[in-house]
Structures are given as C-alpha cells and as structure tokens.
C-alpha cells in the first residue's frame, strides 16, 4: 500500500508541474511528466531508505529486544514490503491452510535473494525469521535488523558457529520466540535444474526443537531483473505439507531432509 501512496504522490505532483508549465501541449510534456514521476518516486523510497537507516543506527547489537514485536520488526517489515512491491511481484499462495498453529521449521528452495524478503513479508502473522549466511547478518543496518527480528547467521566452515546457531534457532521456536525459516539447498539456486542437493544438517534444528517441518517452493523469484517495470512478475508459492513433529521425532536428519527433498522436487518439476 505504501508503495501506491510514494507512486500516487509522485504522480500528483508531476501532473501538477506539468500543468503549470504548459507541458501537456507537446507529446514531449507527456514523456517529461512520466519521468518525473519516476524519480519522484526513487527519490521518497530513498528517503525512506535515509530513515530506515538512522532507525537501524539505533539497535543495539549487543542487547537485542527479549521479544521480536517492537518497533524495528514493524517498520522493518514496511520498508521490505515497499522495496519488494517496488519489483510488481504477483505473488500467489497455496496450501496456507496446511500450516501448523505450534510453531515450525520452514524449509523452501532457494532461487534469488528475493526469497527471504517475500517469506518474510508474506507470512507476517506467523512471525517469520530466517536462518542466513553469516554474511547478510553484516550488511550495514540491514544486519542490525535482521538480529533484531530474530534472523541468525550461520557459518558452515566453523562448525563451532554452526552448532551454536542450531541450538539458537531451536530455542527459538521451541520457546515461541518466532518460526524460522532455512534453505536446506545452502545457496541459490543459478541452474537448470529444479533442485540442488540438501544439506541434511538443516534439519537438526527440528529434531533438537521437536517442532513439524512445513515443506515450501517458490517458483519464478529469480526473473525480477529480466522484467523489472516492464511485466508484472508472476511468483508462485505452494505449502507442500507438514511433516509432523512425531514423525520428525521418529526419523533421522537425513530421512527428514530425504522426504523434504522429493516433495519438493516433484512439485518443481511438474
């Protein structure tokens, strides 16, 4: 919505200028008047991008909130919901109904750095975070954030790091601090093919939370830059199933990651 209201302002007042100047008599006015709300509309998102910035400068790393509902998720979620309605993703759902009430892992594949970012803000009420290369947790401001809505990094060559974020991530949901979700691939995925191979060690976060796995895919993310402004992008979500948390009891990290892996690939190569 917000997004509508930066575009709507924009517009306003370009036409506005436009009319005061006379443009409209020329076929250029028109061109001219579209480009002005263009940039009217980059320069209010990055303004808004200047604000989020002196409100990240403000959290304290070192003493994140005990809760993930402050200030710094809503206004965090606003922004990540103007930049990713910026991209004119039509985005639909399927299977929601299939989610647990308890709290859950949620395990997706992974095909662009917009996957977070629609999880994130799509599935707003059921208090989503993810677990992320440790890389993203130091982007400037945008770490700050992420620490503080309960997002975790993860360092898969210092498994003393990788031990203690499954521990994390486990409290995490088993307490009801937030669900999280985690990309089992490790990476995303640039290929042809449908699937990478998983990295059964996510799943350890399950076993250790007594927590059901939700079985997700995204379809169509990575095509943003091909069609930026030009086509509306049509992303495709489907909730697969749950594996429940009596059956993730009853089977090992590589069965769970097994099951989760041939869901989604029939799902993704239908």
């Known amino acids: 919505m917000l997004h509508l209201i930066y575009l709507g302002v924009s517009l306003i007042t370009a036409i506005i200028y436009g009319l005061s100047k006379h443009l409209f008599k020329k076929l250029t006015g028109y061109f001219l008047v579209g480009a002005m709300t263009i940039s009217g509309y980059i320069a209010l998102f990055a303004l808004h991008v200047g604000i989020f910035c002196l409100v990240g400068a403000t959290i304290n790393e070192k003493k994140l909130p005990k809760s993930i509902h402050t200030f710094y998720r809503w206004f965090g979620l606003l922004t990540l919901k103007v930049f990713v309605d910026s991209f004119r993703f039509k985005i639909r759902i399927s299977g929601k109904e299939k989610l647990p009430e308890s709290n859950f892992l949620l395990v997706c594949n992974h095909r662009s750095i ?7 803000t799509r599935f707003k009420k059921y208090n989503m975070a993810y677990v992320s290369k440790k890389e993203n947790l130091k982007i400037p401001f945008v770490g700050r954030y992420m620490k503080a809505v309960g997002c975790l990094d993860l360092d898969r060559e210092n498994a003393r790091n990788a031990v203690d ?6 409290h995490y949901i088993k307490s009801g601090h937030c669900n999280l979700g985690i990309y089992p691939e490790g990476m995303e995925n640039k290929s042809a093919t449908p699937l990478l191979p998983f990295r059964a060690g996510a799943f350890k976060i399950a076993k250790k939370a007594h927590c059901p796995v939700a079985v997700m895919t995204i379809k169509n993310s990575d095509r943003v830059f091909r069609r930026f402004m030009f086509k509306r992008i049509k992303v495709d979500i489907d909730i697969l199933g749950v594996i429940d948390a009596d059956e993730v009891k009853k089977m090992s990290t590589q069965e769970i ?14």
């Open 257 to 270: 990651s097994d099951k989760a892996y041939n869901m989604m690939y029939s799902n993704l190569a239908a």
């Open 165 to 170: 974020t499954i521990n994390k991530a486990a």
């Open 114 to 120: 917009f996957d977070p970012l629609i999880g994130i």
